[in-house]
DNA sequence: CAGTATCCCAAGCGATACTG
DNA sequence: CAGTATCGCTTGGGATACTG
C-alpha cells in the first residue's frame, strides 16, 4: 500500500485510533445485527414481524436494535395504517441511515466477489439506465483512484 | 428509497437475506475488532505491539484476530530481520484485504460526518495530485448515482 | 401485529502471567 | 518482540411466553 519498505520502523500513531471516524461508526452500528436491519429498511421492509423473519432475529433484539437505530437517528418511525386496523408503526431509514449505503453496497461487492465468486444474488441498477451500481474510490474531481495512489494524512499534519 | 407508499404490502424476502454478499462479509470481519486491524494494516502498521498499542485490544484477541484475517486471507506473513536480532513476523495487506478499503472509507466518511461534524481526524488523499479521496456510487460507465435511483435486482427476477 | 418481559447460556473479551 | 495460556466476568442474544 502506502509504502513498500521490508523493515517497519520504530512508529507512533498516526492519529488517536479510537476516536472518531471508522471506530466511532463501529460503535455506533458495528454490532451483528444493525447493518443487516439497515439493510432490509433500505430493502423497502419497514415492518417489525418482516425483519424478524427475514434476518432470524429475536424479538427482543430486534426491538432494542430498531430503538438503537431511532435514537442514533439513522432509522425514523412512521405511524400507518391498513383499512379496519388499529394505527401501527413502521421503520424507514432517515438521510442519515441512507448516508450508510456505500458501507452496506462495499461489504456487499465484497462479499459477492470473495464469497459469492464475483457473482451475488442480489445486483443494484440504476432506475433509469439499467446500469449497475457500484462503489468506487474518486478523487473529489471525479479521477478514479487506485488504493497504492492513496496516502493517508492525519490534520495534524504527519502522513504515510 | 425504493417506493414512496405510506402502506407498506405484503412481502416476501427479496431473497434469502442469510446468504452471500452483506451478511457474509459481516459473518467473515463483522466482529469489534477485525475491521480495525485492517485498517491498521492500511495504515500500514504492520507489527504485533504495535497493532494491540494503537488500538488497546488484549493480546490474545490480536493473536486470535490475525490468525483469522490470515486464514481468511485478507491479510499475510512476512518474515522480517531487524539487523543483529532474530526472525520475526510483521503482517500485511493481501489483495482480498485491500478490497476492503472501500468499506473502510465509507466508515470513515459516515463517522466524519455524522461523529466528527464534518471533518475527521484523517483525510485521504491522491499521493499524486493531493486531491481528496472519496468513495461514491456511480454506474458501471462511470456517471454519479443518488441512492434515490437505485433499484435493487434479485437475479431470480424479482425487484424493488 | 408489534412489541415487552424473563431467563439463561455461551461467546467474546480483558487482565494477567508466562515463554522462546 | 511476538506471541501463548488461563481465568473469570460481562453482555449479547436466542427461546419462550405474555399483552394491548
Same mark, same amino acid.
Given at each position: 500500500?502506502?509504502? +513498500?519498505t *521490508?523493515v517497519?520502523? $520504530?512508529r507512533? &500513531? =498516526?492519529? #488517536?485510533?479510537? +476516536?472518531? *471516524?471508522?471506530?466511532? $461508526?463501529?460503535? &455506533? =452500528?458495528? #454490532?451483528?445485527?444493525s447493518?443487516?436491519?439497515?439493510?432490509?429498511?433500505?430493502?423497502?421492509?419497514?415492518?417489525?414481524n418482516?425483519i424478524?423473519?427475514?434476518?432470524g432475529?429475536?424479538?427482543?433484539?430486534?426491538?432494542?436494535?430498531?430503538?438503537r437505530?431511532?435514537?442514533?437517528?439513522?432509522?425514523?418511525?412512521?405511524?400507518?395504517q391498513?383499512?379496519?386496523?388499529?394505527?401501527?408503526?413502521q421503520y424507514?431509514?432517515t438521510?442519515?441511515?441512507?448516508?450508510?449505503?456505500?458501507?452496506?453496497?462495499?461489504?456487499m461487492?465484497w462479499?459477492d466477489?470473495?464469497?459469492c465468486?464475483g457473482e451475488?444474488?442480489?445486483?443494484?441498477?440504476?432506475?433509469?439506465?439499467?446500469?449497475t451500481?457500484?462503489?468506487?474510490?474518486?478523487?473529489?474531481?471525479?479521477?478514479?483512484?487506485?488504493?497504492?495512489q492513496i496516502?493517508?494524512?492525519?490534520?495534524?499534519g504527519?502522513?504515510r
Open positions: 500500500m502506502s509504502q +513498500s *521490508s517497519p520502523t $520504530a507512533r &500513531a =498516526l492519529v #488517536d485510533p479510537k +476516536s472518531c *471516524s471508522i471506530s466511532g $461508526a463501529l460503535d &455506533a =452500528l458495528g #454490532d451483528s445485527w447493518i443487516l436491519v439497515l439493510r432490509e429498511l433500505f430493502y423497502g421492509v419497514r415492518r417489525f418482516d424478524q423473519n427475514d434476518l432475529i429475536s424479538r427482543s433484539v430486534l426491538t432494542d436494535r430498531l430503538a437505530l431511532v435514537e442514533i437517528g439513522v432509522a425514523r418511525t412512521e405511524p400507518y391498513e383499512p379496519g386496523d388499529r394505527v401501527r408503526n424507514r431509514l438521510r442519515k441511515g441512507v448516508r450508510m449505503l456505500p458501507v452496506m453496497v462495499a461489504l461487492e462479499g466477489e470473495y464469497l465468486g451475488g444474488p442480489v445486483t443494484l441498477e440504476h432506475r433509469e439506465t439499467g446500469e451500481v457500484r462503489v468506487e474510490l474518486r478523487t473529489v474531481s471525479g479521477a478514479p483512484v487506485e488504493p497504492s496516502v493517508t494524512k492525519a490534520r495534524n504527519r502522513s
